[in-house]
């Protein structure tokens, strides 16, 4: 199984930081990498896929970038309702794994 | 809209069968995708349990793959989810979602459905 390992597993944040998570592959996934968005007692939602391609209905804000074993999520300026907890899932594979996730917190 | 329920017994005993169905609703289970299963126990992050196209062909989670078998029913636009020999560390809400490709992204969720094993 290709493992994902996310950093930090918690962000402490004001609104209108910028804010970056890191997401590593333990092996070369190329570009198929999405992120997710997770907030208490949701299911989690698409944010961006193919590394960098921004979901339809997600704002700007946010943004993907990398390729092969290294991927961040940037969130350009962030919002009240951004405060949640962020997932990368690979799909290089038929078998699919998660990083363990990034609790972005209110500072 | 595609829309995916969950549905099933929350409370399982340990040894025995979980079981849970996906309605999908907004879009035929016919014309394509994959639907998938995904689980996160308590406070924890999340699993793929596995995935399934409309043919009956899928896709398990290597760890969990001796115990999962998931099924579809195209003419109920349903799928399903049995996971026997369960124990507490089963324990989780489980989603089920549209997954774009065998090897691909969730588009779409269920609001997810907690089981909890316990005698």
């Known amino acids: 199984d290709i493992q994902m390992t996310q950093s930090p597993s918690t962000l402490s944040a004001s609104v209108g930081d910028r804010v970056t998570i890191t997401c590593r592959a333990s092996q070369s996934i190329s570009s198929w990498l999405a992120w997710y968005q997770q907030k208490p007692g949701k299911a989690p939602k698409l944010l961006i896929y193919?590394?960098?391609s921004l979901e339809s209905g997600v704002p700007s804000r946010f943004s993907g970038s990398g390729s092969g074993t290294e991927f961040t999520l940037t969130i350009s300026s962030l919002q009240p309702d951004d405060f949640a907890t962020y997932y990368c899932?690979?799909?290089?594979?038929?078998?699919?794994?998660f990083g363990g996730g990034t609790k972005v917190e209110i500072k | 809209q595609v829309q995916l329920q969950e549905s099933g017994p929350g409370l399982v005993k340990p040894s025995e069968t979980l079981s849970l169905t996906c309605t999908v609703s907004g879009y035929s289970i016919s014309s394509g995708y994959y639907w998938g299963w995904i689980r996160q126990p308590p406070g924890k992050g999340l699993e793929w349990i596995g995935s399934?196209?409309?043919?009956?062909?899928?896709y398990y989670n290597p760890s969990l793959k001796s115990r999962v078998t998931i099924s579809v029913d195209t003419s109920k636009n349903q799928f399903s989810l049995k996971l026997s020999s369960v124990t507490a560390a089963d324990t989780a809400v489980y989603y089920c979602a549209r997954n774009i490709a065998a090897a691909g992204k969730f588009d779409y969720w269920g609001q997810g459905t907690l089981v909890t094993v316990s005698s």
């Open positions: 399934i196209y409309h043919s009956g062909s899928t």
């Open positions: 899932q690979q799909y290089n594979s038929y078998s699919l794994t």
């Open positions: 193919k590394a960098s």
